[in-house]
């Protein structure tokens, strides 16, 4: 079913408002659902709502606290989201390394103490706003196995670099796994077999049940004993280099949870379970004048455009896909599963509130 994304932003702060989060907290937390889900990227769009709603009722997330800085110099900023969501703490952290990057050049941003931040790319897009490149950063539920384990240890751990272009700029954001553990959940509620070699068993074998493998990463994020299996690295196997894959996601564990001094992904699935974030900028303008150096980006970009290509296949370059799916979704709305339909209609009975209307 399809809504129209100002209906799915309005039920959106309606609900949060309801939940006890400040009311400009609520409209943040919305936005970056809405932006997800227009942007195409439903694994972190609307279909997260449940989720947060069982974190606030087992006290994981705490909506009325603020998001506080504990730490700060010209060039760096520390937060702490005070058991809040990580969207709230991750933007704040944001717009003070926006101010730094624009006053020295380069700002550094860790959070510490919160929880899910939805897409990486909403914080990177704040920056290049603001004239910047950007990076932002977190680690999640232990999900991944590392090369040759065969128990989940790392987390998905999102990656975002954004860095100015035309006709949009250039944002890549994806997981350090083969695909983000949302993308799991969404095949399980649609019903539909993982095209990929995506998650593996206690045995490393691969899995295409969606609902077998939703099984494997809810036990491996929720519960304190590990059964075995998880998603897959970036290359899949260890012919494919998943090492380098796994190094990556290491690389994101340190800027985060090690940095921060909150839990590693590995931690996460008992007690607090807190994530951490980095988010960083900087002035490109520092290195050259910024409309050659945007001109030389897109001119880079369109050259891998139009390489030679196999017939009927486009080349996308990071982004491109997103972008072309928001101009679409802002006209025909946004394309919501049945189950998280059930999801908001069963929401919407509990707080009393009205669901959207399908277009």
Not at 16 to 26: I, M, R, S
Request: aromatic content about 6%; hydrophobic content about 40%.
């Amino acid at each position: 079913m399809r809504i129209n994304a100002a209906d799915e932003r309005n039920y959106l702060q309606t609900v949060f408002e309801k939940l006890g989060f400040q009311k400009d907290d609520g409209i943040l937390i919305a936005d970056t659902l809405v932006d997800a889900d227009l942007r195409g990227i439903s694994s972190h769009g609307i279909q997260r709502l449940d989720w947060y709603r069982r974190m606030i009722k087992d006290g994981t997330i705490i909506p009325q606290n603020r998001a506080k800085i504990l730490k700060e110099i010209p060039g760096a900023v520390l937060v702490d989201a005070n058991q809040n969501m990580g969207h709230l703490a991750a933007n704040l952290a944001m717009d003070k390394v926006i101010e730094k990057a624009k006053q020295i050049g380069v700002g550094i941003g860790v959070v510490r103490n919160p929880n899910h931040f939805g897409i990486a790319g909403y914080y990177v897009r704040k920056a290049l706003q603001a004239g910047l490149a950007g990076i932002a950063l977190t680690n999640t539920r232990p999900l991944v196995v590392p090369t040759n384990a065969t128990e989940a240890f790392l987390g998905s751990n999102a990656f975002a670099f954004g860095f100015p272009a035309s006709p949009h700029p250039f944002i890549f954001d994806g997981a350090t796994s083969v695909v983000a553990g949302g993308k799991i959940q969404l095949a399980d509620k649609k019903g539909t077999a993982l095209p990929g070699d995506w998650v593996v068993n206690k045995d490393r074998q691969v899995v295409k049940d969606p609902k077998e493998a939703e099984n494997i990463l809810a036990t491996a994020a929720f519960e304190a004993e590990q059964k075995g299996g998880g998603l897959l690295t970036l290359g899949g196997s260890e012919a494919n280099s998943n090492y380098k894959g796994m190094g990556n996601s290491i690389v994101v564990e340190i800027l985060t949870g090690i940095l921060a001094q909150g839990s590693i992904s590995a931690d996460t699935n008992t007690g607090k379970h807190d994530f951490s974030q980095f988010v960083f900028a900087f002035d490109p303008a520092f290195f050259g004048d910024l409309e050659t150096l945007k001109a030389n980006a897109t001119a880079m970009l369109d050259r891998i455009r139009h390489l030679h290509h196999l017939p009927g296949h486009t080349i996308w370059v990071p982004g491109d896909r997103e972008y072309k799916n928001l101009a679409e979704n802002q006209k025909r709305g946004v394309e919501i599963d049945d189950k998280t339909i059930d999801q908001m209609q069963a929401i919407a009975d509990e707080l009393q509130i009205s669901m959207p209307a399908e277009i």
